[in-house]
């Protein structure tokens, strides 16, 4: 595998339900990025973890968890979630958070959807 | 606030040229980006600029002015695969990428 992988690519779920997202990123980047992607809307950045430590919690509901065990991985625990938050989930990774030239690099993305 | 303005859609012929302009106000500037994106898959990096002036790269070719607060991407010889949704972000003083909503390009026959 190489790049980033994203497991499931599409994701039906209750509000009652938990889930978890996965991202694996195989570059050896030091920073991964949790992104919300909705139609028309800019990328919303939820999460940074930069050597394994959050940097970054963008006023995210805790009805999403994080969760990043090493650097080559990265985790979306999703717990009563809402209709409103069906969007596309995109994971990212770069060589560090910062820093002016720090290109991220993507994974394709699960399709979730609340009913 | 932070804010980055890109057109929403924009429709142009195979074989011809399109630009496509991004504007920004940000708190600070340490480069801009621009990302494609084809329907259903990730973004990925076209361009990076942090200096003014022109950075060609083959059919596609980016500008920057940092005093206008301005940028665009210019694609050269459309094919039927540059159709796609193409991003703006840039990077601000606290190295947070602020990303602009997309322009959806439909390239016609």
């Known amino acids: 595998e190489t790049g980033v992988t994203q497991t499931p690519r599409h994701l039906v779920m209750g509000m009652t339900n938990k889930k978890s997202l996965k991202c694996e990123q195989h570059l050896g980047h030091n920073a991964m990025y949790w992104y919300k992607q909705s139609a028309k809307k800019p990328l919303e950045l939820m999460f940074v973890y930069n050597f394994k430590e959050q940097t970054e919690n963008n006023s995210v509901p805790s009805r999403f968890s994080p969760e990043c065990p090493n650097s080559s991985h990265l985790f979306l625990h999703l717990h009563t979630l809402q209709p409103e938050d069906s969007a596309l989930y995109l994971c990212?990774?770069?060589?560090?958070?910062?820093?002016?030239?720090?290109?991220?690099?993507f994974g394709p993305g699960t399709r979730l959807t609340v009913l | 606030g932070q804010n980055i303005d890109q057109p929403t859609e924009m429709t142009a012929t195979e074989g011809a040229i399109v630009q496509i302009n991004c504007t920004y106000q940000t708190s600070g500037f340490n480069g801009l980006f621009w990302y494609q994106q084809h329907a259903g898959e990730a973004p990925t990096f076209l361009s990076y600029n942090v200096l003014d002036g022109l950075e060609e790269k083959g059919r596609f070719s980016s500008f920057l002015s940092r005093s206008k607060g301005y940028s665009y991407l210019l694609l050269k010889e459309l094919q039927m695969k540059d159709s796609a949704s193409y991003l703006c972000a840039v990077v601000d003083s606290n190295y947070q990428l602020i990303w602009g909503a997309g322009t959806k390009l439909i390239i016609k026959p």
């Open positions: 990212a990774s770069s060589q560090e958070s910062s820093g002016g030239y720090n290109e991220q690099f």
